[in-house]
Antibody
Framework: EVQLVESGGGLIQPGGSLRLSCAASGFTVSHNYMSWVRQAPGKGLEWVSVFYSAGNTFYADSVKGRFTISRDNSKNTLYLQMNSLRAEDTAVYYC???????????????WGQGTLVTVSS | DIQMTQSPSSLSASVGDRVTITCRTSQSINTYLNWYQQKPGKAPNLLIYVTSNLQSGVPSRFSGSGSGTDFTLSISSLQPEDSATYFCQQSYSIPWTFGQGTNVEIK
């Protein structure tokens, strides 16, 4: 059974740093595209970053230069290092697995339960 | 970035009603469109991928259609457990973007 479990969220002051973890089971993180998606309180979904199986990474403009996605293959875990945090980064952060039906169309088939990050003084 | 516009933003319908949600994109995305259902306090759940493919385990009353810039999610006979927010998402080009969501309420 595919399972994703996020951790590492919490209350942090503006300008601070936090590292989120997403522990996967039932599949191999390094063989899949893995994304972080966030949702501000009462708002919609915003894609944050993706780590491709080949090693490429991409970021939303809103976090570029501040956030870094990484993975530890030995722990089958995805990470999101968040620096220079701002109030507008307050959100539930989900990790999600992307799969494809054909090698071209991708979609999020599995999601973690999310971890809440609150940036406030 | 590809902008996604969902309509309506909310709706209220009775059990057994047919419900349709529309998603419009700012440029053509072929059929690179997915739909998710989210219930309060829960993670999103994949309903339909690549415009019209039903995810395993999703009831057949859900269906999707469209191509280019205009897409629809339909629920043929609304059930109480369908009360949720529905999001469309494009996977045509990074950054992946989502619609703002449609809140479906049961009358």
């Amino acid at each position: 059974e595919v399972q994703l479990v996020e951790s590492g969220g919490g209350l942090i002051q503006p300008g601070g740093s936090l590292r989120l973890s997403c522990a996967a089971s039932g599949f191999t993180v390094s063989h899949n595209y893995m994304s972080w998606v966030r949702q501000a309180p009462g708002k919609g979904l915003e894609w944050v970053s993706v780590f491709y199986s080949a090693g490429n990474t991409f970021y939303a403009d809103s976090v570029k230069g501040r956030f870094t996605i990484s993975r530890d293959n030995s722990k089958n875990t995805l990470y999101l290092q968040m620096n220079s945090l701002r109030a507008e980064d307050t959100a539930v952060y989900y990790c999600a697995r992307e799969v494809t039906d054909s090698g071209t169309h991708y979609y999020f088939d599995s999601w973690g339960q999310g971890t809440l990050v609150t940036v406030s003084s | 970035d590809i902008q996604m516009t969902q309509s309506p933003s909310s709706l209220s319908a009775s059990v057994g009603d047919r419900v349709t949600i529309t998603c419009r994109t700012s440029q053509s995305i072929n059929t690179y469109l997915n739909w998710y259902q989210q219930k309060p306090g829960k993670a999103p759940n994949l309903l339909i991928y690549v415009t019209s493919n039903l995810q395993s385990g999703v009831p057949s009353r859900f269906s999707g259609s469209g191509s280019g810039t205009d897409f629809t999610l339909s629920i043929s006979s609304l059930q109480p457990e369908d009360s949720a927010t529905y999001f469309c998402q494009q996977s045509y080009s990074i950054p992946w973007t989502f619609g703002q969501g449609t809140n479906v309420e049961i009358k």
